[in-house]
């Protein structure tokens, strides 16, 4: 089977709109504090995203570079975007980045992390990690709108944002992976310790706001 075809089953398989810290989000069922908490958390992931992509550039061919460096450029830009979607929740931007996150979180971030020392497996774990980005945002918007009536510029554009770049990041990374000479069972298992990392920080979030 294709190796992007492959990933996007498992995506899908253990998809993060499938867990229950989402599910109660696209609920109504989570309270501003749960969400608050939640901005804290997920925080510690966004600010990594840029310095996870650093040694996968350093490491691609001179005819993505560029591409991947627009792409680390845009994931540095909505940093501020996200702490604006804290403050909106009363997370002051002093608190958030002065916040390192529970232990779970820390693993989770710090899982995702040490998938990207080859230039093939940073992309798969990337790839992994971005396909569901734009589904999970427009979820996320669509429930702060009808239960948190949360509708401002700063509560959501972040998640505006990542319903149209991540399909772009995406899809760099598929274009990689398309032509990969990696062996194909390595790249299953980089893509499930990636969505494994992913579902690990929610159940961070789960556990210790809900």
Known sequence: MNITKKIDEMIEERS???HPFYQAWSDGKLTKESLAGYSKEYFQLVKEVPSFMAPIIQKA???VVKELVENQQEESDHIKPWIAFAGELGISEEELLSYS?????RKAVSDLNELM???EGGACAMYAFEKEIPKISQTKLDGLAEFYGMTSDEATEYFKLHTEADIRHAASW???LEKSSTDYDKLIEIAEKSI???NLLLDSCFEEYC
């Open 117 to 119: 020392d080859t230039f």
């Open 174 to 176: 598929r274009n990689v």
């Open 196 to 198: 494994s990392a992913q």
């Open 101 to 105: 996150g529970l232990p779970k979180t």
């Open 16 to 18: 993060l709109l499938k």
């Open 61 to 63: 061919p001179e005819s």
